[in-house]
């Protein structure tokens, strides 16, 4: 899968960056492609480009706050999960993240 | 609908942190300035006048980012004009409804400005609609809105609460048990939704010229920093509970909670949440109930900062080691001694349910 994925906390220092590793240790033990962006305390870091987001299978948003720049995604599959359960069962979330879409494409 | 509420109010903390932390570092620096060197530098004076400023501008920006979260750009001038008059009311009879009143500000301005956006107008209307229109009459709305009822409802409400939190506060008997309550919150989820709710309610106080905010404030810090310090000694002292990975980690989380970043505890408490944390929010209410219970006050934020402006230097050290002396010992007791690396991590695989959406 091609995965694409935003991170954001309230105070955007500390779960923002820990959701963002898990994710990216999580898919490359799958043997994933995976970019994380972060929104955190100074912005935007690591943006997902255009391009990015037409190859991309599925946008994960782990968020606790608004987005900057959402209507990038307008038309891009997503799913919404707690930032805490990107931290601790990131790898869960990515296995049933791969389940879930297959059963939308049969 | 209401995740929708909390992510826009958990919007506007975020995007009103940076604020709160200029106005309350600069209220310290300059305070500490004035207690020990000079009571009567005018650069240094003009300065802590300033940042009183910025502190009256907290609930706008706090509004106007929760209105950004529900309606996006459109959104933030009129919740920012909503937010302002929380803080500033306009009309002589009517209080200023603060941060309570900013929330209720904020909502409306989101909610406004989205729903006028889907209003349809004829093609040629459309840019103007967007530039004049929507910022002007939902602008007009917020203000009629905040100026009148709310200010006479919720500013009402939020005078009684503010007053009725001095005299919690003035009364030990029962100021321990809020300090306790509030830093108990603190230590629960470190830095999560539970955490951002007593700190909002610490905020919610904060810019009251009765000086409150600092009390409350200064209640939270064992529960910001217990957390983290307590994992760290706990991990060094007691090394044979603690896996090898925890015990590398103790350092930085010591650091982190010397300087107020609960979230360092986290992978401790993942490892062990019920021993972990509740060792954790034992040690920061014992923390916090000194405290409160004495009524120490600091304008300082995010741990270690706080100290130099606490208007009892010794009692607030005194509170943070007893906390953290508690949580160490009660870790150390109750951990059992750490059994062969298994992979605990997988077994929440099941209760993981989200929807895939477009």
Redesign the interface.
Known sequence: MNIIAITA???????TF?AKKALENAALKLGHNIKVETQG?TGIENEITEEEVKKAD?LILA????IAKKERFE???????PI??A???A???IR??EE??KD?QK | MLKKLQQALMTGVSYMLPFIVIAGMTIAVTGMWTQYINPDTVAINTLNGFAWTIMDLIPAIFAAYVAYAIGDKAAIAPGFVGGYIASQPLIEGTAASGFLGAMVAGVIAGYLVAYSKKIKVPEFLESIKKTLFIPVITGWIVYVLMTYPVAMTIGELNEFIINNLITLSEAPQYAFLLGAILSAMCAFDMGGPLNKIAITFVFAVWNDPSGIGFVVNAAVFPGIMVPALSVGIAALIAKSKFSDEEIKMAPPSILSGIVGITEATLPYAFQDPIRVIGSNMIGAAVGGAIMMGYGVSTSGVSGIFGLPMASNIFMFILSIVVGVGISVLLQITLKKRKQPTSSSEEKNDDDLDFEITI
């Open positions: 906390c309230p105070t955007g220092v500390a779960h820990m305390a599925i968020v606790e706050v608004g038309t891009i599959k997503k799913v919404n999960i805490a359960t931290i601790k069962s790898e869960a979330l049933k993240t879930k879409l939308t």
